[in-house]
């Protein structure tokens, strides 16, 4: 009982961390990556030194240097051995949580809502998550459909991120809340879309990972999909791939999110362009 206390108290603490995330896109963040200053402001004030000890799920730690230019705060020299050595790939979602003492332990996120497993432990062949030149650019549009743009807030609109995706929202008129994000779909490759915690608690929807959501188009065809909850999105993974072959949907297309029900979650899907 004493071994269970002890873990459930490390749990707790564990919790209490405070931790960032970013999204690695590789023409902004191969080099350097920029920390948020409202995280350093409250939670590194005082702390002394010009490197951070990054650790990853293996257990292996990186000393990455720790600077301040023009008033941000970045992850500089040592970085790039860092994302080599653990084979982060483009888009990638890194959750960094602060152990105190200029220390982070990081958790690595593939593009699919999974964990990666640590390759600086030995635990992935080396070819594993290695980004090549041409897959870098098959993914770079990827970037549009995270939540890295402003916020815009209005009855039944949240987290209007892109030009189309603002376009889309403008236009769109429903009783229902819902809200809007971009489809990445590229070939051979299952479809992506996360869901930001932050627009599904504006709607009072709460998830639970692999609970499922039942999907429907405009025709009446419903598909459940299993849900994966992490840090700050839900992904939406098994079925998806079948739904949106139904509904012709392509990588770019804007979708419209429209709550039909939260017990059970069902929502409505429609294609943007194809209802404005």
């Not at 902004?28 to 030194?49: A, Q, W």
């Not at 050595?85 to 220390?103: P, Q």
């Not at 929202?169 to 932050?198: C, E, G, N, R």
Request: glycine share 10%; hydrophobic share 35%; aromatic share 12%.
């Amino acid at each position: 009982m004493a071994g269970a206390g002890g873990a459930g108290r490390f749990g707790e603490e564990r919790d209490r961390q405070p931790q960032f995330f970013k999204v690695f896109v590789p023409e902004y963040s191969s080099v350097r990556l920029k920390i948020p200053k409202g995280f350093v402001e409250n939670n590194m004030k005082g702390e002394k030194g010009n490197c951070v000890n990054l650790v990853v799920s293996g257990g292996q730690k990186w000393r990455v240097g720790f600077v301040v230019k023009r008033k941000d705060w970045f992850f500089n020299k040592g970085w790039k051995a860092f994302l080599k050595g653990n084979a982060v790939s483009s888009f990638d979602f890194l959750v960094f949580r602060y152990l105190g003492s200029m220390a982070f332990h990081v958790t690595i996120f593939g593009p699919n809502g999974c964990a990666k497993l640590s390759a600086s432990s030995g635990d992935l062949p080396k070819a594993v998550g290695v980004d090549t030149e041409k897959r870098r650019q098959n993914r770079q549009n990827l970037f549009k459909r995270v939540q890295m743009g402003s916020e815009k807030r209005g009855p039944g609109r949240h987290h209007v991120f892109t030009p189309a995706e603002q376009k889309a929202a403008d236009s769109f008129t429903s009783s229902l809340p819902f809200f809007v994000k971009t489809l990445a779909w590229k070939s051979k490759q299952s479809p992506i879309m996360y869901l930001p915690h932050s627009s599904l608690k504006q709607h009072s929807i709460t998830c639970s990972h692999n609970q499922r959501i039942v999907l429907r188009s405009l025709d009446g065809y419903r598909q459940q999909v299993k849900i994966g909850k992490y840090p700050y999105v839900c992904s939406l993974g098994e079925g998806l791939t079948q739904f949106m072959r139904h509904v012709n949907a392509s990588d770019g297309d804007v979708l419209i999110f429209q709550v039909l029900s939260r017990f059970p979650l069902e929502m409505l899907v429609q294609i943007a362009d194809k209802t404005t």
